[in-house]
């Protein structure tokens, strides 16, 4: 057996570690000494077994910057936030032509787009008429996948015949609004909430069989437009292909509150807006003003939204976006813009992430 290196002679493996690195190392542990068993160890000429050699020094050297490097690593990666799963409005374009659009996809870090009909934009429609062999032309030179379509137009009872085209281009997920009475509260909501989601059932059960899940948005003026009707939805909706398109532009604008709401609504959760409500929509109004609905523009802070999505373990899609007025033109003058200011969002939301 070796000999114990000088001065670290009656140090335990722990001890010298501690003293090496100047900090605790959870790697190794104090081998604990028995004063009997040292004795005996001595009075033999034995080295005891709990002091370091020159060899075992050396090996304990060589090993720690690698058992440190290994708990630092498993430590950042339990930190690491969840990525978002981006999605493009075509919507934020205006009525551009499709191809072009198509081509912005990517440079928006995603791969997904959402097409929009009139009147918010016309892109459904486009592909339409250009047939479905050109569309999927279009999406393979451009490397970009349909994502999924928003359809307000045919309402949540008219949807059936947009399966099929969803189906064909491997798209998951079709948003609509809610039917029914608004401004209801309590019981009344709740009755009015349950008699929608049984007449969805139907629809719910075609779309099921073309794989793709039917995301309700919260809207004003709708069924479906205060969080305990959202709350109300989440509870009685038991099939996963019928899920809550949640959009904080048309809730009140409270961060603990919309937090609370996204706990709540998992996991009826399939889409969530990146969209606030700033200085509103509906109105012209300067350009500055207008695009504070876009994330990092307004009040709205994103950080504990995104906490809570990162909290419920959301896979589903996330969509920057906001509203031109009037509706149907791009939120900035040229798709070059457009495009830089969804990236501009993207980055504050990056940012945002904890």
Request: proline share 7%.
């Amino acid at each position: 057996m070796g000999e114990a290196s000088p001065g670290l002679r009656g140090l335990t493996a722990g001890a010298c570690i501690r003293m090496m690195d100047g900090r605790q190392c959870a790697t190794l542990q104090t081998i604990p000494t028995l004063s009997s068993r040292l004795a005996i160890q001595e009075r033999n000429n034995i080295m005891p077994d709990t002091l370091l050699t020159r060899r075992r020094m050396c090996g304990l050297i060589a090993a720690a910057p690698l058992a440190l490097r290994l708990t630092v690593g498993r430590g950042a990666e339990r930190a690491a936030p969840r990525p978002l799963r981006y999605v493009l409005p075509s919507s934020l374009y205006g009525c551009t032509r499709l191809e072009l659009i198509l081509a912005e996809v990517r440079k928006t870090g995603t791969d997904a787009v959402d097409l929009w009909p009139k009147h918010h934009a016309d892109q459904r429609e486009q592909v339409e008429a250009m047939g479905y062999d050109r569309f999927a032309e279009l999406l393979r030179r451009y490397q970009v996948r349909l994502g999924m379509s928003t359809r307000y137009d045919l309402g949540p009872f008219g949807l059936r015949q947009e399966f099929p085209f969803l189906a064909r281009f491997g798209a998951k997920l079709v948003v609509t609004g809610s039917a029914g009475p608004p401004d209801l509260s309590g019981p009344k909501c709740k009755a009015a909430v349950r008699q929608f989601v049984e007449q969805m059932k139907p629809h719910v059960a075609e779309a099921e069989k073309h794989g793709v899940t039917i995301a309700i948005e919260n809207h004003v003026g709708a069924l479906l437009n205060t969080p305990d009707s959202l709350r109300y939805f989440a509870e009685l909706s038991a099939s996963p292909h019928l899920g809550i398109a949640l959009a904080p532009y048309h809730l009140p604008q409270d961060e603990r509150a919309l937090s609370g709401l996204i706990e709540d609504l998992s996991p009826r959760l399939a889409h969530f807006y990146a969209w606030q409500h700033g200085k509103g929509c509906m109105q012209k109004q300067p350009k500055q003003d207008e695009i504070q609905q876009m994330p990092g523009r307004g009040k709205l802070d994103f950080r504990p939204l995104l906490s809570a999505l990162q909290k419920i373990d959301y896979r589903g899609g996330v969509e920057i976006f906001m509203h031109p007025f009037p509706r149907g033109i791009p939120i900035l003058e040229s798709t070059a813009a457009v495009t830089e200011e969804i990236n501009r969002a993207r980055r504050y939301l990056e940012s945002s992430l904890t």
